[in-house]
């Protein structure tokens, strides 16, 4: 009795793995998009919301953005983001004695953010955010307008993510109009 397996049993179980991966590879990969999109935004989203409440809290203009080497905020959303009392003389640059509330990690040059006109949000003591009105979205490396994530910022301060309303599998802004990666 043998105990090995023959040529051709192990030739049709290479086969059947081979096939199984080429089927579940592009769904992994899209899975992964996916979450990079979702989680990445979602990062954004809770700054803005933290930042907004200690703005309140505290009594004092708080801002969010991404900090240059000479303490600026420059627009460069993928860089990491900053939050920090913005108290002092020069609004949009963390001046000396400023509180850095919060910082994240940068999320990869390879993503990108679209439609992000603004270098920074900054929220008042009442929690506005007036003149900072933007929809920020944020595109995977692929540019695939089906993994495209947003935040929608209003002029009244309140933050909220884009959905897919009508079902299409793309998420729209606040006109109903497809975020889009590549224009």
């Known amino acids: ?40 935004i ?7 919301h933290f930042a907004r409440a ?11 953005c991404h900090l240059s ?3 600026e905020c420059d627009g460069n959303w993928l860089d990491g983001i900053s939050v920090f009392v913005d108290d002092g003389d020069n609004v949009g640059e963390l001046d000396g004695g400023e509180l850095v509330l919060a910082q994240s990690a940068p ?4 993503n990108s953010f679209k439609d992000s ?19 920020f979205v944020f595109c995977p490396s692929s540019g695939d307008n089906k993994y495209a994530r947003g935040i929608i910022l209003s002029n009244i301060g309140r ?9 299409d599998g793309y998420h729209e802004d606040s006109n109903g109009n497809i975020l889009t990666c590549n224009e």
């Open 54 to 64: 200690e703005a309140v809290s505290l009594g004092k203009r708080v801002t969010v």
């Open 117 to 135: 006109t603004r270098d920074r949000v900054t929220f008042t003591p009442d929690g506005l955010s007036a003149g900072f009105a933007a929809t």
């Open 159 to 167: 933050a909220r993510a884009t959905i897919d309303a009508n079902e």
């Open 1 to 40: 009795m043998n105990a090995g397996f023959t040529l051709v049993e192990l030739m049709v179980t290479v086969a059947v793995v081979v096939i199984l991966i080429t089927i579940g590879i592009p769904g992994f990969n899209a899975l992964i998009q996916r979450y990079t999109s979702e989680s990445s």
């Open 107 to 110: 999320l990869g040059s390879e």
């Open 69 to 71: 080497s000479t303490n």
């Open 42 to 48: 979602d990062m954004l989203h809770k700054d803005m």
